[in-house]
């Protein structure tokens, strides 16, 4: 595993670097609350607020700043001043020509380098926080490494010949975690304050389950990762029921939410959220930390957080118990023990499968809903469920934490409800929202169908692979592309909704499709075995 000290070293220079160079400003959020930024941002120079924060400072912010402050910058125009300070990003797969007379499968395949970033070609100054190995990027906007869509990546790169590059990915996020005390968004500067749906656990899992010496090697990263969403649980009383990431049940059980550590706009988000809170009069400080909560939800953004399930200016993420985020936790439990066990700490093992029994309980006491027949999220400050169907729902099928009968309630909501041309939805609603109706998202489609082949529903399973597939293809036919996300609904029709424009690449897409057509195609060997014999 590649965690050095040197590496350790160029990180923490690197975010001294962006914050300013002085010593009373040592936190690497002060860029994005000066005058200066807010200004850019909200002026329209970069149609997309992510530009301007992935462009690379030409120098020290802090000198940037002052000159700004000085009387004649003020005065000079803004673009010509950002133009002149800073350098635009690239777009990594600009130059990627697709060839369609190739299969899905080969595009894939040959897109992968284009995807991949080279670790050493980091900038001064930069936004970008270093990491010791090269890793893949999903494509489009997206420039730099992202938590969770990396496990769907990974999938793909199994199947591609590309272990190595899969053990780099891993250990990047072991070096992230080991810095920094937990694996952030993104390896951006401004993605500090939050993490994103823990799937590291299931990325070991995938990695490294047939070793045990490198399975037990990444044990302390796996506990330290528990440790950051755990945190402030020591604290929780009936007086303090939620801290941080946690919160206090009413049994005394303890479950967790989304969160982040800070309440300002989004800086890859500036303007959406300072409009939010400016149109509708809405209390900026809460509105904010409940929009960056649901971003590192990784849902950003859907009917899920919305009190009144249509409208993002109803947004109380932080008030809901998430039933993903529960069962990845859950996972992640059961993965420290079988780590602990195999390491012969047979003590530490029974805590964490105790831990692990007791998330279990209270999630089939608190997040599956009797009336509806199915796992919702719940909000706690309510006491009662939030009511927002949605494929987040399949977990405990995925994770195996549902009965035999929750499963089978489930499944039927699926086939009658989330089923589409295209494949399942991301929920029922259709509030103009990404990660809502009528878009379907892959990371979704593999755990809903992997799901229901764990409870023996097979066939369902294969009906979404095959439409999900079939949508995959038909678009990269037409487009020579991967898509980040598909219209399931009318698959005349192209996804939408969210604050950026339809992006290609695509990271998890590609994953997915590559995971999803071996199974399809393992399935049809067998049964031309079956049928031969």
């Known amino acids: 595993m590649y965690l050095n000290t040197s590496s350790k070293f160029i990180l923490i220079f690197t975010l001294l670097l962006f914050s300013c160079g002085e010593k009373e400003n040592t936190n690497v959020d002060f860029f994005y609350k000066t ?100 890793y893949v990027v999903p494509g489009g906007r997206f420039r730099e490494i992202y938590y969770w869509d990396s496990y769907f990546t990974l999938l793909g790169l199994m199947l591609s010949e590309k272990e190595e590059t899969a053990m780099n990915m891993v250990d990047n996020f072991s070096f992230l975690i080991d810095s920094l005390g937990f694996i952030p968004n993104g390896n951006r500067t401004y993605y500090l304050g939050r993490s994103q749906p823990p799937f590291f656990s299931l990325m070991v899992s995938l990695t490294a389950s047939k070793d045990r010496d490198k399975f037990i090697s990444y044990l302390e990263n796996l506990v330290k990762e528990y440790n950051f969403w755990m945190s402030g649980a020591e604290n929780l009383s009936i007086k303090n029921r939620d801290e941080a990431r946690v919160v206090l049940m009413p049994d005394a059980s303890i479950l967790n939410r989304y969160w982040d550590e800070y309440d300002y706009p989004r800086p890859e988000s500036y303007k959406p959220d300072y409009n939010l809170v400016k149109d509708h009069s809405l209390d900026p400080s809460s509105t904010y930390r409940h929009l960056r909560a649901g971003a590192e939800s990784g849902w950003d953004y859907s009917s899920r957080w919305f009190k009144d399930q249509s409208t993002i200016a109803t947004i109380h993420t932080t008030d809901i118990i998430p039933i993903d985020l529960n069962a990845l936790m859950y996972h992640l439990e059961i ?55 949605s494929l987040a729902g399949v977990y405990p099928l995925f994770f195996k934490i549902a009965s035999k009968i929750q499963a089978k309630e489930v499944k039927n909501r699926l086939e009658n409800q989330f089923l589409k041309p295209g494949g399942f939805l991301s929920t029922l609603n259709n509030t103009g929202q990404q990660w809502d109706s009528p878009n379907g998202w892959s990371p979704l489609q593999w755990l809903t169908i992997n799901g229901l082949y764990n409870y023996g529903y097979f066939e369902l399973g294969n009906t ?70």
């Open 35 to 134: 005058e200066f930024f807010k200004r850019v941002q909200l002026s329209g120079i970069f149609d997309d607020s992510k530009t301007f924060v992935d462009c690379v400072p030409k120098k020290p912010l802090h000198e940037i700043i002052k000159e700004y402050q000085t009387l004649s910058a003020k005065k000079n125009d803004l673009k010509s001043f950002v133009l002149k300070n800073f350098e635009l990003p690239p777009t990594k797969n600009v130059d990627f020509v697709s060839d369609t007379s190739k299969s899905m499968i080969e595009h894939i395949v040959n897109l992968w380098p284009t995807l991949t970033q080279n670790h050493k070609n980091h900038q001064s100054h930069s936004s970008l926080i270093p990491l010791p190995n090269s």
């Open 335 to 389: 993965m420290i023990a079988q780590g602990y066990n195999w390491n012969g700490q047979v003590d530490e093992s029974k805590k964490f499968l105790l831990k692990a029994e007791k998330r279990k309980n209270a999630i089939n006491k608190y997040l599956w809903d009797e009336n509806i027949h199915f796992f919702v999220d719940y909000d706690y400050l309510e006491n009662k469920p939030t009511g927002v169907l």
């Open 464 to 533: 979404g692979a095959r439409r999900w597939l079939k949508r995959n293809n038909e678009v990269y036919k037409a487009t020579g592309k991967m898509m980040e996300k598909y219209n399931v609904v009318d698959v005349e029709l192209s996804a939408g909704g969210g604050e950026y424009e339809l992006q290609d690449g695509f990271g998890w897409t590609n994953g997915v499709a590559m995971a999803l057509q071996k199974i399809m195609n393992d399935k049809r060997k067998i049964n031309e075995m079956t049928t031969s014999n």
